[in-house]
């Protein structure tokens, strides 16, 4: 097929291009580099059926494709918050321009949705009937709302043009080319790890994540995607639950540290839990993690390590 891939310097976005590439299909990465890099798209650069293009989707894209992840957009508070219009813009104008795009072109649509749709959920493990507990004028709503608003264009273009449309509740997930400055959990106390400095615990450090490897994540997307038929969304993370504090503890010990634990407030509206039931994704996809924290969380001191800082 050939394939576009919005954000595609990103994250997932670079890890999702290049198992595409490696699937033998033809894939247009398109990205505005607001937290991409072209550094995260070294070996797909090399490949024949890559193209690489400079865009901000919130602008249309007339492009002849069969398939498109919608991947566009900053997921990290730190840069959502930075330019909150901009975010709400990219999961609104954006999404809108590439299910115009979808609807010409008769492609395939996944929309990378996110579990912050969820908000501070009342209920845990969170369900996709769950309808969530979400702030509509908070600081992260920019963010959640934008991500909400898309999930209704996505089946309000399928409903009313037909479109073929998936959407992926993506789960916290971490892994080799996180930002080291996104101030994603993770990748900050992997970071102060690896520098000796203090490890910055939001709250008590008893609010509790569950973290998904990004192989296994990439799978996931690209199970859904090719699934015969899926008019409803799915969760995509892993369902083992751990608290920030004791997550805190295993980096330390992983990466034999010395840093010591400071606690600070916690920010507005930040989840107390967050925990998928991917009962679905298990029955119509066959998927589930099987990466192990302690695998992936050394695959991604690994990477930090040898980056620079």
Partial sequence: MRILVTGAAGFLGSHLTERLLSLGHEVIGVDNLYTGTKRNLVTALRNENFSFLIHD????????????FNLACPASPIHYQRNPVQTLKTSVHGTINMLGLAKRTGARFLQASTS???????????????WGNVNSIGIRACYDEGKRAAETLAFDYQRQYGVDVRIARI????????LPNDGRVVSNFVVQSLKEFPITVFGDGSQTRSFCFVDDLIDGLISLFFTPECSFPVNLGNPESVSIKELAMEILKLTRSKSELIFLPLPSDDPKVRQPDISCAMELLGWRPTTTRDSGLRQTIDYFSKIEL
């Fill in 171 to 178: 789960f916290n997930t971490y892994g080799p080319r996180m």
């Fill in 57 to 68: 989707i919130t602008f249309p894209l007339f492009l002849e494709v069969e398939g498109i």
């Fill in 116 to 130: 912050e749709v969820y908000g501070d959920p009342q209920e845990t493990p969170q369900r996709e009937t769950y």
